[in-house]
């Protein structure tokens, strides 16, 4: 058991939930936003699985500042023109990280709707969108404003020492996601189904092992991919030749 282990060989443990509680802690106390700090809502675990020793379960709204953007008026020219703020929509989200965005916005367009800038390595999850889009999640890796079909993660502090876990347990949990939508023909996600999202949190040192197992793993897949493209190039560039040489007087008259 990790705990016992950690007291054999003298080092301290520090389980999910007291990991949670500093998380708690150091948000209250580093709270900056207008009006009376909120507490986040604990999931409700009465349905959910028992977890190993030294873990808890989350809500998302417990780990990170959840919200959202919006899309300025199209007919304000002034919000888009000359726009240098990046303006994500829930399109970008079919890629693991955001480096760029297709449109921009005004600091005007910011100061005068509901548009928000988010820092850099805050995730987003896609909360309506076509296709396959609903439920996707990405890292931005810019400073970037969204549209109100991404919910944004924003993870800082202690918080975001858990924030590649976070990513993780919503990529790997795309399909569950999904199946939270409500609506009629296109169902969509919200901020409420985001922000009660129940996590299963282990201990720091745990996270980090469960990383480093799933990036070994997704180095494997990467290596057999990039083996499957280069066979895959090279069976193009045979058929190609292949079919050069069918129409070729060569073949011809060999067949004449």
């Known amino acids: 058991m990790p705990e016992a282990a950690a007291r ?3 080092r301290g443990y520090e389980t999910g939930a007291q990991l949670l509680q500093r998380i708690l802690e150091t948000r209250r106390s580093q709270w900056k ?12 675990a009465t349905n959910l699985p028992e977890l190993p020793e030294g873990w808890v379960w989350a809500s998302v709204e417990q780990l990170g500042d959840v919200g959202t953007g919006a899309t300025p008026l199209r007919s304000r020219r002034d919000y ?10 829930s399109g970008a989200l079919n890629e693991e990280f955001v480096s760029a965005a297709n449109e921009y916005i005004t600091d005007l367009a910011v100061e005068e709707t509901n548009a928000k800038v988010f ?12 296709g396959k889009t609903r439920g996707k999640v990405s890292e931005l890796l810019i400073d970037a404003a969204t549209n109100q079909a991404c919910a944004a993660i924003v993870m800082e502090g202690l918080s975001e020492r858990a924030r590649e876990f976070t990513k993780l347990f919503f990529l790997k949990n795309y399909d569950d996601i999904r199946r939270l939508s ?15 999202t129940a996590i299963p949190f282990p201990p720091l040192a745990e996270q980090h092992s469960i990383i480093a197992e799933i990036d ?19 069976a193009e560039r045979l058929r190609q030749s292949i079919l050069k040489t069918a129409f070729s007087a060569d073949l011809v008259a060999c067949h004449g």
């Open 182 to 196: 409500s609506g009629g023909v296109q169902p969509n996600l919200n901020l409420s189904h985001i922000k009660a």
């Open 80 to 89: 888009y023109e000359g726009g240098k703020i990046p303006w994500v929509t």
């Open 8 to 10: 054999r060989d003298g």
């Open 33 to 44: 936003g207008k009006g009376k700090y909120k507490e986040p809502a604990a999931p409700d």
């Open 119 to 130: 820092p850099a390595h805050t995730l987003l999850v896609a909360m309506y969108g076509e």
């Open 216 to 234: 070994r793993r997704l180095s494997l897949v990467r290596e057999v991919e990039a083996q499957v493209d280069a066979n895959y190039t090279r």
